[in-house]
C-alpha cells in the first residue's frame, strides 16, 4: 500500500517551501549585492545552466517519478530496481556530454554577456553546478519516485539552508561566482548520495525498455521545450535588443513571479507518483476525483499568492531589491496576473503525464515556444521589458489553456471551474484590499498592514462562499488533521469543516 497522499502533500509543501523560500530570498540579496546590471550576467548564466541541465535530464526525471510507483503498484519491484540503476547511469553520461557542451558554449558563442566579469571563473563555478544540479536532482527525484517525501524534505530543508547562506555571502564576497556557488551548496547533500543508486543493477527487460524509451523521449522533448517556454528564455532577446540592465530588472520582475509559479511542482510533489500510481491500478474515479480536488486546493494558495504579490508589487519590489530595480514593477505585475492562471495547470501537466499523453505535450509546449521566439521578435525590439514580459505571459497562458482544453473534452477530466471562479473572487477581493493600503501609504511599511488585512479579507470571502464544502472534505480534513493539534478547531472553523476528528 502506498504512504498517506495527505501526508506526502504536507512533506512536499515543507520541502518545495523550503526551497521557494531559499531561492527567493537568495535571489533578493544577489540582486541588491550586483545591480541590475550584474545582476543581467548571473541571469543569463543562470538561463544557460537551466537549459542544459533540462537538456540533459532526458526525460528520466519524469521516468523515475511514473514507472517506479507505478511497477511498485503491479507489484514488479525487481524491474523497479533494475530500472533504477538503468536510468541512473544514463543519467550521468547525458549529463557528462551536455556538461561539455555547456562549457564550449559559454566560453565561445555566449562569451559576450560575460565580458567585465572573471570568465574562466564564472564559466567554472556553471559548470561545477550544472554537475551538482544533475546530480542532486537523479536522487532526489528517485526519492519521489518511491514516495519517500520524508527525506524529500529533510533534504531540502538543509540543502535551503545552505543555499540562501551561500549566497549572501558569496554574492557579497566574490561578486557573479560567489552567486553562482551558492546553487552548487544547494545541491551538495543530494548529490553526494547518488553513489547508493549506482548499487542497482541495470536490468529492464525489452518490453518495458521499449515503453520507458518512447515515454522518456516525449518527456524529454516536452521538458526542453517547456523549459524555454517556462524558462527565462527572453533574456536571449533582450540581451541583444536592450542590453543586460534590462535582463537584471527582468530577472526581478520574474523572480517575484516564480515565487508563486515555483510553488505548485513542488507543492504537488507526491502527485504525479500518485496519478501514475492510481493510472496502474485503473483507478480512473480516483484520478478525477483527486485531479478536481487538488486543482482547487492548489488555486487556494496560488490564485491569492499572485494577485496580492501584483497589487504590493510598486511597494513590494522596491523593497526587496532596491529603488533601482522601480522599472521591473509593470513587468511584475503582468507576469504575476498571468502565473495566477498559467500555475493552475501543474495538476493537467501531471495528469497528462500519467496517462502518457506526452505526444500532445509535445503539441502544446511546442506551439508555446513558436508564440515565445514569435513575440521576442515582434514585442521585445520594440517594447523592452514589458514585451519581455507580454511574451512570456501570453505562451505561458495559451500553453495552459490548450492542456486543459485537452484533458477536458478528450480525457473528460473536467476542472472544478465552480471552485475557481469562487476562489478567484475572493482573491480579487483581497488583492483590492492590499492594493488601496499600499497605494495610500506608499512605503514598505505599508506591507505589514496590506498582507494581513488581505489574507483576513480573502478567508472572510472564502468562508462566505462556503469554498471549503465545495472540495473533497475527505482530502481536506485528512489534509487538516496532519496539522498541529492545538491549530485544528481554528482552521476547520475557519473553513466550516465538521469539528469532528476524520482517521487519516
Known sequence: MSPSFAKNTLLGFASGAAVALAGFVGNAVVARLLGPERLGVFAYVVWCVTVAATIASLGIDVVQQRFIPNLRAEGRGEEAEGLIGATTRVSISAMTVVGIVLVGYLLLPGRGALEGTSTGLVIGVAAVWFVTWKLGDLYLFYLRGEQRFGEVAKLSAVSALLKVSTFAVGAWLFGIPGALAGYIAGSLMPASRVYRLLRKKPRVEPTLRREVVKFALGSWAVGVIGTLVFGRTQVVFLEHYSGLTAVGLFAAAVTIAEMAVQLPPMLLSALLPRFSEQHGMGAHDHMVRLYRTTTALIAMVIVPLCLGLAAVAPVLVPALFGAEYGGAVPAAVVLL????????????????????????????????????????????????????????????VLVVLLETWYVTVKLSFRPPYRVLGAIMAAAVAAAA????????????????????????????????????????????????????????????????????????
Not at 438 to 451: C, D, E, K, N, T
Not at 490 to 496: D, E, G, S
Request: charged content about 10%.
Open 337 to 396: 496576473i498571468a502565473a495566477a492562471i498559467s500555475a493552475l495547470g501543474v495538476t493537467t501537466l501531471y495528469l497528462l503525464y500519467s496517462t502518457g499523453k506526452t505526444a500532445f505535450l509535445v503539441i502544446s509546449n511546442g506551439l508555446g515556444l513558436v508564440v515565445t521566439i514569435a513575440l521576442g521578435f515582434v514585442l521585445i525590439p520594440r517594447y523592452g521589458l514589458m514585451g519581455a514580459a507580454w511574451s512570456r505571459a501570453i505562451a505561458q
Open 433 to 504: 484590499v492590499a492594493d488601496v493600503i499600499s497605494a495610500q501609504w506608499g512605503a514598505a511599511l505599508s506591507l505589514v498592514v496590506s498582507i494581513p488585512a488581505a489574507i483576513i479579507v480573502y478567508v472572510a470571502v472564502l468562508r462566505t462562499l462556503s469554498v471549503a464544502s465545495m472540495v473533497d472534505q475527505g482530502l481536506v480534513n485528512r489534509l487538516v488533521e496532519r496539522m498541529p493539534e492545538h491549530r485544528r478547531p481554528m482552521v476547520r472553523k475557519l473553513l466550516k469543516l465538521p469539528t469532528s476528528n476524520t482517521p487519516s
